[in-house]
Every structure is written in C-alpha cells, then in structure tokens.
C-alpha cells in the first residue's frame, strides 16, 4: 500500500475545474507543440512566452497535474553545457515563482525536471507547499550526503522529490528511497525495462510511476498493459496524453511472436528488407507502426518499408520493446481473419508485380488495409483516420475507385469464387485468370509460412 504524501494527495483525486483559472493557465504557459519555432534571442525569466507544458492523467482519465517546461526552441540548447543547463532550471524555477501558475492549478501538481546540483538553488525553496514535484536528474552522477540532506529539509517544508527509473541504481540511491515521492518512467530511456532495474522498482512498492514521452497510442498501451509494471503505472504524459486522444480505441495486441522476432532481427543488423518482410507478416504490426508514424510524421506512408525507413530503427527497436514488456496474448487474435488479409494483399502484390506496376508496394498494403476494420473490429473509415496514406490507397477503400481498386476487386472476387467478376477483372487489368490461379496459389503459400511456420504452429 502507498502511503506517500503525493498517494493520498493526487491518485484518486477528482479536481474541480475552475474555467477561467484554467484559460490565464493556457494564456501562460501553453501546451507544449512540436511546432514551438523561432529563436529566443534573450533567455530572459520574465518571459511569458518562454513556458509551456503537459498534461498529465491518471488512470481514470482525469487531469491530476503539469509538467512545466521552457519552449522547444530553448530546451534544444540545453545540451550546450553545463552553464546552459543551469540557466535553463533557473529561468524555469523563476517562472513558476513570477507567474501564479501553481495558484491557477487548484489542487493539481506541477512537475520540474531539474538537474540534482541545483536543487541547492535557493529558489527551489520558495515552491514549498504549493504542491511542486521536482525530478531530479542525476545522469551518471551518485548521490552525496549533502543532497540526501537537502532533500530531507525540503520534504519537510512540502516539496516531493521524483527520480528517473533508469538511473535508480545510480551509487548512493538506496539512501534516498524513503524520501522519493515518484518514479518517472522516460520512454525514451529504454534502460527503464531492463530487468534490473524492474526488480529494483518491484522492491519499493510504495513509488507510484509516471510514464512520460507518451508520443502514440503504442506507447501509451504499452504503458497501459506494461507486464514489467502493471498498475503500478499510476500517471500519464506526453503529446499523445494531452491531445486527449480516445482511449481503448485498439484492444487488438500485435503477435508476441512477430514482435520479438522483429527486435531479435534489429539486434542482429538484419538487411531492411529483412524488416520489412517481417512488418509484413502481422498486419495489425504493420497498421500500428503506420499509425505511430502519422503521431512523428507528416508524411504520406505507402509501404511497408517506407514505413521503416520513416521511423528509423533505433525508434522501432524502442517502441518494439515497449511491446514485449506489454499484455499481447497471440491466442486472441483471429488468426484465420489475418491470413485472408495477407494472402489478399500478396495476391494483389504479385498481380501488380507482374503488370510492372511502379505502386505494387501500396496494392500490397490497400490488401491489407482492407481488411484493417474486421481486425481491430471498428468501422474501416476510422482505421484510415487514424494513418496518413496516399490517396490512391484510400480512395480504393473509401469510395472503391482509383488506381488500386480493380487490384483489391479481383482478390475479394478470387475468394468468393465469383468466377463472372473474376473475369471481368482479367479483362480489365489484361491479366489472364490462369496467371491470377497460380499467384492466388503462391499467396497462399505465403501467407502459411509467415503466418504459422515462424510461430512454431
């Protein structure tokens, strides 16, 4: 049972909404955006401009505190040394002391991610009580007698105190337990799922877990159903978090087997074409990869591989990782439903190959999109809602027109044995039904062996 001070405060509270509090908040420190441009010539903390933040959730879905920071455009200097980094958490501290932000948040908290050295800065002490949390970043640093000291003086004045998962082995840490209020869980650390620093979370029960960098609807499931933590992941953040996206949208998990089979090919430095291969072999992979894509993306993805080189590897690795610590029971899933899919989309794939057809990427994936809605069982129109792919894939879903549709009514008409379709469709496309047989038969072989053979079925 936690028993922490920020437990009782904020895991099962029900903020009142104050509306105009709310509107001077947003006024003074936006939403943090990706689209956060321009320079600041001045780092000047009297700035108004210069703050922003993100929302963070419980697992009820309601909003239980911020996390303050400086803008993009500011943070991304950050790196230049150790004297940017200091200016930077003082002009942050100093904001939160000028502006009433922490009065317009009721009785939500404010989170700081702070370097651990200057939570010595004597401003820190002037947000005691208003409840702040700073989370200290200690990098490789260990921890000394004098910043247990220190911790334990502003504890005692109302500061709560949060520390990364990943540098919770750091040297000294063990004497700072008793006074960590939180564990922030970086998904951009993937450190924070190793095995040992999951057992050195499982032996402090009372930390409650904030997962932050939350970026997708991925991500945030992974989170959501994470078998290295469980409901121990109490709080959510990041952009996918505050654009309040719907939760629960895809209850349907990717195959446990695809997904390790994908990280172990990472892992060996396997060709691209090798990965794509392997995206391929799970549609509901492949559909939330494109999907992970439009969240970092603005590009119009028509393929599989086009869809790996987007998101790059170190990023898939990751977010592949997030997976495998994640609920994905491969004996729920339609597997049946998903060999029709890819047997639909090879056969359309090869038609389209043999036709010298430049596209036969995207017929491959309209084949597997088509059948996207039965799969994660919604409306097909909001499976395509939730991508960004090129017209020509779209249309021939949506309004069974274009370039890639008579691809897509052959292969339905091949599988309902509707021979006067199947016919017609050979004329059209100056394909001869016998080739169509034969490459329906090679589909299928397909589809077995990436389906079944590599499961060990």
């Known amino acids: 049972m936690m028993s922490s001070l920020f437990h009782r405060l904020f895991l099962n509270t ?20 990706e689209n ?19 929302t963070i959730v419980n697992r009820q879905e309601r909003v239980v505190g911020h996390e303050f920071m400086l803008k993009k455009n500011i943070t991304e200097r950050v790196h230049i040394g150790h004297a940017m980094r200091r200016l930077y958490d003082q002009a942050l501290v100093s904001q939160l002391i000028s502006l009433p932000l922490l009065q317009l948040l009721g009785q939500r908290f404010a989170l700081v991610h702070i370097a651990a050295e200057h939570i010595f800065e004597s401003k820190v002490a002037h947000l005691a009580g208003q409840h ?12 000394s007698d004098e910043l247990i000291e220190q911790v334990k003086k502003l504890r005692k004045k109302g500061v709560m105190i949060g520390i990364l998962a990943h540098e919770c082995l750091n040297a000294g840490m063990e004497r700072l337990v008793d006074d960590v209020d939180m564990l922030v869980l970086d998904l951009h650390e993937e450190a924070s799922f190793s095995a040992d620093i999951a057992e050195a979370i499982h032996a402090q029960p009372q930390w409650p877990l904030l997962a932050c960098h939350i970026d997708s609807y991925e991500a945030f499931d992974a989170m959501w159903e994470s078998t ?10 990041g952009p996918f978090i505050s654009s309040r996206d719907a ?26 074409q090798v990965l794509v291969d392997a995206l391929k072999a799970d549609p509901v992979l492949l559909y939330k990869l494109l999907r992970m894509n439009k969240a970092s993306s603005t590009e119009l993805i028509g393929s599989a591989e086009h869809a790996l080189l987007s998101v790059g590897r170190e990023t898939l690795h ?18 049946e439903l998903l060999k029709v899919a890819l047997q639909r989309a090879r056969l359309m794939q090869l038609i389209a190959q043999s036709l010298a057809l430049p596209q036969a990427e995207q017929v491959f994936l309209t084949g597997i999109l088509s059948l996207m809605g039965a799969l994660l069982q919604q409306p097909l129109a909001d499976t395509l809602k939730a991508i960004d792919v090129p017209r020509e894939i779209s249309a021939a879903l949506l309004t069974r027109s274009g370039l890639h549709f008579p691809y897509l009514q052959l292969a339905c008409a091949v599988e309902t044995q509707d021979f006067h379709t199947i016919s017609q469709c050979c004329q059209a496309l100056h394909v001869s039904a016998l080739v169509v047989k034969e490459q329906h038969a090679a589909a299928a072989q397909w589809a077995e062996s990436v389906l079944y053979h590599k499961a060990g079925q």
């Open 14 to 33: 029900t903020p009142e909404v104050d509306t105009a509090a709310f509107e001077r908040l947003n006024a003074l420190s936006p939403r943090l955006t």
């Open 318 to 335: 990751q977010w592949l990782t997030f997976m495998a610590h994640s609920q994905m029971p491969d004996a729920g899933r339609d597997l």
């Open 132 to 143: 702040c949390m700073f989370v200290l970043r200690f990098v490789d640093e260990s921890v």
């Open 36 to 54: 956060d441009g321009g320079i600041v010539s001045e780092f000047n903390p009297e700035d108004k401009t210069i703050i922003c933040r993100e």
């Open 228 to 237: 290295l933590y469980g409901e121990r992941v109490c709080f959510f953040q």
């Open 247 to 272: 939760w629960g949208v895809n209850p349907t998990p990717a195959l446990r087997f695809q997904v390790l089979r994908l990280l172990d090919l990472i892992d060996q430095e396997a060709p691209t």
